[in-house]
């Protein structure tokens, strides 16, 4: 069974730091671009961060640039998503997803989603 696994959420203070980890089972992660998106309540998704497959490129929003950094270890078939200088609007689920084209286009297989808090 093909399945992506996110981890790492939870309640962090305005500045603080988390990171998001996302883990494949059923298949390997290397030969996948790998996006990170959110979604808040009342909001529509959003595509955060994207790795490629080929030369490991990455893109980010603008509205996380400078703050947030997206990695992956083949090795361990998982890809964390490092959020630094975290804001109250940074709150929402996080979602990773998979897009076997490599082209942080279109996306296959999508994980649950795990809680991101920013609160005080």
């Known amino acids: 069974q093909l399945q992506l696994v996110e981890s790492g959420g939870g309640l962090v203070q305005p500045g603080g730091s988390l990171r998001l980890s996302c883990a494949a089972s059923g298949f390997t992660l290397d030969y996948y671009a790998i996006g990170w998106f959110r979604q808040a309540p009342g909001k529509e998704r959003e595509g955060v961060s994207c790795?490629?497959?080929?030369?490991?490129?990455?893109y980010y929003a603008d509205s996380v640039k400078g703050r947030f950094t997206i990695s992956r270890d083949n090795a361990k078939n998982t890809v964390y998503l490092q959020m630094n200088s975290l804001k109250p609007e940074d709150t929402a689920v996080y979602y990773c997803a998979a897009d076997s084209q490599a082209m942080c286009a279109q996306y296959d297989y999508w994980g649950q989603g795990t809680q991101v808090t920013v609160s005080s």
């Open positions: 790795i490629s497959s080929s030369d490991g490129s990455t």
